[in-house]
């Protein structure tokens, strides 16, 4: 039974650094300017590897990327790389995938879960005047925008696993801290979960099954002092080619 706790460890959410596809690479153009002489397009991409994915890429750079995320964000493929590093779990928080101090951080994996947990939480940052990693979520909130885009995909080196979003939500930790997520491992009653969750929901559909994997996206509202969004997901079930 759990149920939700706040984390007031990870009090601030991070604003990370957008990563979009170019045009003629899957390698994203913000790390291709970043790579400098460090590690050229070719290397990673050569032509006769073309269909390499987006995790492979991602861990020839650095070894702790254990997830990438791929959203569709209207026309605009959103690829995000996601580190695990349990001993030191924030230890991106200002560093790139090179370990070089960045503002921006990188997106990790949140130290009340792990790669076995039920319910996977990943902490991004946002940005009032960049397009970063999870300042899109906000889309979220708008209604059409939740309608259409449903799905997204979550690369590893298990393989791709596809999740539903089941809602979307807004905590104001000024006004009320309790409920600022903090799922405990192991098995969770999502329907539970569900209704704790309705006071502060913007979006919402039917989930399928309540045994299925939960996965959350959390960032800043950055319009507000001290408020997060909160993006949940559930794991589903497709045949990837």
Known sequence: ?????????????????????????????????????????????????????????????????????????????????????????????????????????????DDNSSLESFHLILNGHSSLTKDTHFTFLKKYADENYFTM????????AEGVETYFVIGFYEIDLEKEKEPYLGFYQGEIDLKEVMEEMKPYVLQSRSYHSDTNRLLTLITCNMQKKDSRYLLIAERVEVEHE
């Open 1 to 109: 039974m759990i149920l939700i706790a706040m984390l007031l460890s990870v009090a601030i959410l991070f604003c990370f650094s957008e990563i979009r596809l170019h045009k003629k690479s899957r390698i994203p153009a913000e790390i291709l300017v970043a790579m400098d002489n460090k590690v050229t397009e070719g290397e990673i991409y050569a032509e006769e590897n073309e269909d390499k994915d987006h995790f492979a890429a991602y861990s020839s750079i650095n070894k702790d990327v254990a997830y990438v995320l791929c959203l569709e964000d209207d026309d605009i493929p959103r690829v995000i790389p996601v580190v695990y590093t349990p001993d030191d779990y924030d230890k991106y928080f200002r560093l790139d995938l090179y370990k070089q101090y960045d503002s921006m951080g990188t997106v990790f994996v």
């Open 149 to 156: 885009h449903p799905y997204f995909q979550l690369e590893s």
